[in-house]
């Protein structure tokens, strides 16, 4: 009940497209919804964040859409870019009172082609 | 402002031995916790320490244990090394309370058990 699955594994997209990663998680207790993007040798930097209030959250080419109902979220890049190349994590918590204890995916390793 | 700091960056240690990691968290942050990430994989939580005590654990073997000081900054310490105990610690800072509760991430400890 505590796992978040997420889908694909790697993909491949030209420069200028639309990159979809999607996530599931089965623990209702979540409500908080982040996403991690990741380089080589790097630790995780924070990309976006959504809580189950919202069905969509913008944040320049980044946009989140959250469906409560499914117990799915989802991460779209619009207009790709090279530099987007990275390993993505979505990652979810609940609310518990203490500094937020963080279920990972397993990442979406994405290549932006130019 | 530095953000969360680790050391070392890279250590090779041999099965049966016992390690230690260390942790400054980002300024102004009171809670750190620590997440192993296996190559290929998402971080998976260990445990988090707030004022000095350990506050959540994940599902992790007594041979790993953690302490933070005073000034926050905090150690994990692995004992009896086994080889599936090679990956990259990762630390994360917050503060409690915080309305965003974000984690910030140092860039890791790469551990190598031979």
């Known amino acids: 009940q505590q796992q978040v699955k997420q889908s694909p594994q790697s993909l491949i997209v030209q420069k200028g497209g639309i990159s979809i990663i999607n996530c599931a998680y089965e623990?209702?207790?979540?409500?908080?919804f982040p996403w991690y993007q990741q380089f080589p040798g790097k630790g995780p930097a924070l990309l976006i964040a959504?809580?189950?209030?919202?069905s969509e959250k913008k944040e320049g080419r980044f946009t989140i859409s959250f469906n409560k109902s499914a117990k799915q979220f989802s991460l779209h890049i619009m207009d790709s870019q090279p530099g987007d190349s990275a390993t993505y994590f979505c990652?979810?918590?609940?609310?518990?009172?203490?500094?937020?204890?963080?279920?990972f995916g397993s990442g979406t390793q994405l290549t932006v082609l130019p | 402002d530095a953000g969360v700091t680790q050391s070392p960056t890279h250590l090779i240690k041999t099965r049966g031995q016992q390690v230690t990691l260390r942790c400054s968290p980002k300024?102004?942050?009171?809670?750190v916790s620590w997440y192993q990430q296996a190559l290929g994989q998402g971080p998976q939580f260990i445990f988090q320490y707030y004022e000095e005590e350990e506050r959540q654990r994940g599902n992790f073997p007594d041979r790993f244990s953690g302490h933070q000081f005073p000034n926050y900054s905090s150690e994990l310490n692995v004992n009896a090394l086994l080889l599936g105990d090679s990956a990259l610690y990762l630390c994360a800072s917050s503060l409690l309370g915080s309305n965003t509760g974000e984690l910030f991430f140092g860039e890791g400890s790469r551990l190598t058990v031979l």
């Open positions: 990652a979810a918590s609940p609310t518990s009172g203490s500094a937020r204890q963080l279920t």
């Open positions: 959504i809580r189950p209030d919202v």
């Open positions: 300024s102004g942050h009171d809670t």
């Open positions: 623990n209702t207790a979540f409500d908080y």
